[in-house]
């Protein structure tokens, strides 16, 4: 085969020879590391109002020491450094290299199967927000609008260039799905949950367990399921709602009894945080990544089976 090198790097690395894939693999969990690190800044500040992503630089929340470049290298900073701070010795939360961790490998994941293609980038990028969402909605019981709904023009450009341009010839797996497909999804993913929170609302009004003007869920959820559906089509929505809701409920559960869950007010007048509640986000964004990663185009084909088990196939 005659390629060029950009159509070489559009290759999967699964179909490269060891000795190129292995360091392009390091290259991109580590690369995906740094983008874990930055994501850590983003979880931390955007639920604060007014401050910026990128200024100032990081600071120990302790003893505010600016933390210099050397001290802040994803994972092996906090392995020499052994979880604490250079100057005040402060436990540094464990969650900060998990999260760079976990993102490089993610990335790593996408470049295995897809290369360095448009296809990468958009699984990537959308595997970020997840992530922020899953942790700011698990902090705060927030999810900010920018990110949710953020998503909604993001996932249909690329659909749009995907389907514009040669540049993705990888359609494995019947993936990714088409611009109608994904326009529809975020209809669709805003109106499950739209209703489900209208009618669960009404019911808990009518028993009395509610005042009148607080809703049973925030509007968080169907904005967050509207993004989901611009990026994965309506095909997968179901599979994501029975994931989040199976994980929620056994991993919630265990969050709930080890009191993790932050119960505090949110500020916001029509809703609190139920004491014996735990905020969805977090398994909507876990069900969207098991989803593309797992299952990727399978949409409804992944419950075949169920049904036959249940003689409905
Ligand atoms: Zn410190």
């Known amino acids: ?80 450094l052994r979880g604490r701070c250079r100057f005040c010795e402060t436990s540094i939360s464990l969650r900060y290299p998990a999260v760079e961790f976990f993102v490089g490998l993610v990335l790593a994941y996408f470049v295995w199967h897809f290369g360095f293609s448009l296809q990468t980038l958009e699984l990537f990028s959308f595997s970020c927000v ?60 805003f109106l499950l949950l739209a209703s489900l929170l209208v009618v669960s609302t009404y019911i808990m009004r009518q028993s009395g367990r509610l005042e009148k003007d607080e809703l049973a869920m925030g509007w968080g959820d169907p ?20 994931l989040a809701s199976v994980q929620g409920v056994v991993i919630g559960y265990w969050f709930l009894k080890s009191g993790k869950i932050n119960q505090e007010p949110t500020g916001n007048d029509d809703w609190t945080p139920p004491t014996t509640g735990v905020p969805f986000g977090p398994f909507l964004a876990l069900g969207a990544l098991e989803s593309i990663v797992f ?7 992944v419950f075949a089976p169920l049904m036959e088990l249940l003689g409905l196939g």
């Open 1 to 80: 085969m005659d390629l060029s090198v950009f159509q070489w790097l559009l290759l999967p690395l699964r179909i490269q020879t060891w000795a190129l894939a292995i360091p392009l693999l390091v290259w991109a969990w580590f690369f995906g590391a740094v983008v874990g690190s930055f994501l850590n800044v983003v979880i931390h500040r955007l639920p604060q109002e007014g401050l910026s992503v990128v200024r100032p630089r990081s600071r120990c929340p302790q003893c505010s020491t600016m933390i210099p470049w050397y001290d802040n290298i994803p994972c092996f900073s906090y392995l020499w």
């Open 130 to 189: 997840l992530v922020c969402v899953a942790l700011i909605d698990f902090d705060t019981w927030l999810i900010p609008n920018v990110l949710s709904l953020g998503l909604v023009p993001f996932g249909l450009a690329f659909a749009w260039v995907s389907e514009q341009s040669a540049l993705i010839p990888l359609s494995l797996f019947g993936f990714p799905p088409l611009f109608e497909e994904r326009l529809v999804g975020s209809v669709v993913g």
């Open 223 to 242: 904005f967050f399921l509207c993004g989901i559906g611009s990026f994965v089509g309506w095909h997968a929505l179901p599979l994501i709602v029975f």
């Open 295 to 301: 299952f990727p185009g399978e949409g409804l084909h």
